[in-house]
């Protein structure tokens, strides 16, 4: 693992998390329920995180609610991100070249900077059959911050979400279902501990169009495991600030990192 070292100088990093139901098949009325939430997003803020699949629900009709790249719903990202000066983020479902992605989508004022085509297709839902994999893992910046994005499933595969000394956030968008929320907490704790670097994890609320139902629990968990944010099971917006130099303390007080073992993926 590369060195943890050097974040001390950044300034801190305020983040909102939206914990919201979606409307099913629907990204006109989500487009529009979203646009009220950002009504209440504060000023201070500089990240904005909405969940998996923020626009439609998670499905598997990829064919049917897929849009292209100079779609709506980028382009209303764009235009958001524009207007309230932040980064917004969150996944869509995505048609290019003919195939389907479960895509993150990390849109600055400026516009699109960065894509993350999910990794690890949710095979107990068919994910796999509608959707193309992901071949490369993604590290954005902003304000001297390095975060890597993640989409829901990934969460359970460490290996590829390993720090090799390139990130200091780990920020997740999911649809995880209530019947497995234990794990959901264990896990996005656990990547945040293992990592040495903050954990934002934003999960939806409500019953969808195939009646599985999300309790929410998004969180934010510091380098330790430290509860920072707990947003329950209802629909919430809150913020939470990260800060540069407790994290950079944590990590030169415990420097796990240096015990590493080497390893490359293939």
Known sequence: MSSLTGLAQCEDLR???????????????????????????????????????FSTGFTMASSQVAEPMD????????????????????????????????????????????????RHRFR????????????QRLVVELKGWRLCPLVCYDLRFPVWLRNRGDY????CVANWPSVREVAWRALIQARAVENLAYMVA????????????????????????????????????????????????FRDGFPAWQDADEFQLK
């Open 168 to 171: 200091d956030v780990l920020l």
């Open 202 to 249: 934003v999960n939806a609320v409500g019953t969808d169009g195939n009646d599985v139902r999300y309790s929410g629990g998004s969180a934010v968990f510091g380098p330790g495991g430290e509860v920072l944010v707990d947003c329950g099971r209802v629909e919430h917006l809150t913020s939470c600030t990260l800060k540069a130099g407790d994290l950079a303390a």
């Open 71 to 118: 779609g709506p719903t980028v382009e209303w990202m764009c235009a958001r991100a524009a207007e309230l000066n932040k980064v917004v983020c969150g996944s869509v479902v995505i048609e290019e070249d003919g195939a389907f992605y479960n895509r993150f989508l990390w849109v600055t004022p400026a516009g699109v900077e960065g894509i993350y085509d999910k």
């Open 15 to 53: 983040v909102t998390l939206i914990q919201t139901a979606t409307h099913w098949h629907d990204p006109v009325r989500n487009r529009d329920m979203f646009d009220n939430w950002f009504r209440h997003v504060p000023q201070k803020s500089q990240l904005v995180v909405l969940p998996e699949m």
């Open 124 to 135: 107990m839902a068919g994910e796999h059959q509608y959707y193309s994999a992901g071949a």
